[in-house]
């Protein structure tokens, strides 16, 4: 007489470990919603979108870390809202905007922003499962995803902001889109938030400025969104320049 086999074990998970992958998947809405809104040439919404889309980015990592929630599954859920999101939404919304006049110089820049933004999750992600060094650095390696979208979609804070005056003809918006793209696949030191340490006396200035960002980005949003994206660049080349100044004293 055999046995019967004995049911598998069921663990139990409080509710609130489920939140980071709840907060990816509201992500991944947004920036399926945002291609939906420029189909429909609501490109304000769309941009909007993808920077709540971001914005969500950046809380459910850190959140899983707070709430030790991590997970293989919610890495991978993470880094595939991320491809579309940040990888084929911006592109979509760029296309339908301003490249459709170029068709075909306009989706071969899409094709390539697209795989610049895969190819660069790909190697996030293998950095991240390999034990880190003691000499690694503090800043990232290439222009995160989340950053390469809100970078890409200039073009279109350049039209809006100034009423159209300054927009960019099709190819340009394509050669933008392309720079963006290797930007991401860059051996190229970029800048990170998480090695940032403040003294606690000038915590009120930083919150004083963060109330100010988000007040300057609701009532001038476009011009707003183009200056952040040009200190960005800014700092980006400092970093740059200051890594090959490096370089060569160690040569």
């Known amino acids: 007489m055999t046995e019967e086999p004995k049911a598998p074990l069921r663990r139990r998970m409080h509710i609130l470990h489920l939140l980071p992958n709840l907060i990816s998947i509201l ?10 809104m420029a189909v429909e040439g609501r490109f304000g919404w769309a941009v ?14 850190r959140l899983a870390r707070m709430l030790k929630s991590e997970s293989a599954i919610g890495a991978e859920l993470d880094s595939l809202c991320d491809l579309v999101n940040f990888g084929v939404t911006p592109a979509l919304v760029l296309y339908f ?13 899409v094709l390539i922003y697209a795989v610049c933004c895969m190819l660069r999750l790909a190697r996030f992600n293998v950095g991240n499962r390999e ?11 290439g222009v995160p995803s989340p950053a390469g979208a809100m970078l890409a979609l200039l073009p279109i804070y350049l039209a809006y902001g100034f009423d159209n005056a300054l927009r960019l003809p099709p190819w340009a918006v394509s050669i933008w889109m392309v720079f963006v793209g290797a930007l991401m ?3 190229m030191p970029t800048p990170s938030f998480k090695g940032v340490r403040i003294y606690t006396e000038n915590a009120r200035f930083i919150l004083v400025g963060s109330v100010a960002l988000i007040a300057a980005l609701l009532t001038y949003p476009w011009v707003t969104l183009l ?3 040009l200190v960005y660049l800014a700092a980006i080349l400092f970093l740059w320049r200051k890594s090959a ?7």
């Open 48 to 61: 909007a979108l993808i920077g709540l889309a971001a914005a969500l980015d950046g809380i459910d990592g």
């Open 27 to 36: 992500a991944l809405c947004a920036g399926l919603t945002a291609i939906r």
């Open 131 to 141: 034990p880190e060094a003691a000499d690694k650095p503090k800043g990232f390696v």
């Open 227 to 229: 200056l952040l994206d």
């Open 97 to 109: 905007w301003g490249m459709r006049a170029d068709t075909s110089l306009g989706w071969i820049a």
């Open 185 to 187: 696949i860059s051996r």
């Open 245 to 251: 100044r490096s370089l060569r004293s160690v040569v």
